[in-house]
């Protein structure tokens, strides 16, 4: 960024900052825009769509039946949503959107989110619960929906994941480094877990060596829930948008460093 001198503005295609040093962008005078809740559909949509898998078994159930075995249908280890309690970690443009597909599925829907008032996560179609931990022993799957913070960073590591219900069911589509991996592992071997759906992991691209990769229980993705055509599309115009607000010398909608409006007269 220091070297730089007439850059003005970043903008983020997405909603995730953890790629841009905004301290660094802020002491420079440079503005950073991104485009939140551009993608919050299509990951909304991918969450689900891992949830389902993980409670279907799919990836085992698609092994068995390219390879010829149909014994899976005389095994009845499937399970139905409808009933079931969801919780959601971060209720925010995403996990509102998960709560609603869930409760379209007849599930109970809960929510852990320590800056959105109850009243408005009931509004958001959850019933608000006040510590994380109460939440991890209520549900019977859980879904991260967070940012990457010093505060999330190994939110759910073995001392959580020992607090949920054995045979519970686990799905992070927001950043790898939410989760350990390594307990994760361990919980999905020993049956504390059933399932994981993940489309983020702690390092990527994720090595191939990765022992999550050999268990028939996790379903993979490559950090693609919010690659969709729309939501290409709907984070290009909204960060162009936001963009040529500052090169106009107007405050942006979303202006990830508010602390450097308004800017200096003339480019550095």
Known sequence: ??????????????????????????????????????????????????????AKRARA???KTRSGDWSARHVVENIELGGRTLGIVGIGNIGRRVARFAGALGMRV???????????????G?????????LLGEVDVLTCHTPLTAETRHMIDEK????MKPGAIFVNTSRGPVQSEPALF???VTGRLAAAGLDVFEQEPSPL????????????????????QEAHRTAGFQVI????RVLHGERPHVLANPDVWPRPASPR
Do not use: W
């Open 1 to 54: 960024l220091a070297a730089c001198p007439r850059l003005r503005v970043i903008g983020r295609h997405g909603a995730g900052l953890d790629t841009v040093d905004i301290p660094a962008a802020t002491r420079l005078g440079i503005a950073v825009v991104h485009a939140p809740g551009s993608n919050a559909q299509a990951v909304a949509e991918h969450a689900l769509m891992l949830i389902l898998a993980c």
């Open 61 to 63: 159930i698609d092994k």
């Open 110 to 124: 809960l929510a852990y989110d320590p800056y959105v008032p109850p009243d408005e996560v009931r509004r958001r």
């Open 126 to 134: 959850a019933e608000p619960v006040a510590a994380l931990d109460t």
């Open 160 to 163: 959580t994941l020992a607090l």
């Open 186 to 188: 361990q919980a999905l």
């Open 209 to 228: 060596d990765n022992p999550l990769f050999n268990l028939d229980n996790v379903v993979c993705s490559t950090h693609i829930a919010g690659v969709t």
């Open 241 to 244: 948008d936001e963009m040529l």
